[in-house]
């Protein structure tokens, strides 16, 4: 859709920063019908999916996530999903780029929730009490 060029920025400077991950972009240019083989794809080769666009809550993100929801594509946990939309607010004046600065829609703002879902975090095991016991 119009707000292709943002994630295809964002992807180039995520894979630029760490080449092992790996970006796609797909461009859904329809709402409806939705394209439910590419959805099924892009969740078989990925952890995380992001849908960017110009509307607000309620638009393209719900439906794909409604979408897995009854696929059972969320069911194991190992899909991370993030819809990123207007915000549901007034904005100020400004140009249309000022505009997307503000509601988080840039290639800055993508990058960064790229960046946020796919970074492995660690789990530190915690001591047990009869270890903490044994070292006193």
């Given at each position: 859709g119009t707000r292709l060029h943002e994630p295809l920025i964002a992807a180039k400077e995520v894979e630029d920063a760490d080449p092992s991950i790996g970006v796609t972009?797909?461009?859904?240019?329809?709402?409806?019908?939705?394209?439910?083989?590419?959805?099924?794809?892009?969740?078989?080769?990925?952890?995380?999916?992001?849908?960017?666009?110009?509307?607000?809550?309620?638009?393209?993100?719900?439906?794909?996530l409604h979408f897995l929801a009854k696929d059972g594509a969320m069911d194991d946990g190992n899909l991370k999903f993030r819809p990123m939309v207007l915000p549901d607010e007034l904005f100020e004046a400004g140009t249309q780029q000022e505009q997307y600065d503000a509601a988080g829609l840039n290639h800055e703002h993508i990058a960064e929730l790229i960046q946020q879902l796919t970074t492995k975090k660690i789990k530190v095991p915690m001591p047990t009490a009869e270890f903490v016991e044994e070292k006193l």
């Open positions: 972009v797909a461009d859904a240019r329809f709402m409806k019908p939705l394209d439910i083989d590419l959805i099924r794809q892009i969740v078989d080769e990925h952890s995380v999916l992001i849908t960017v666009e110009e509307g607000s809550i309620g638009g393209f993100g719900d439906h794909v």
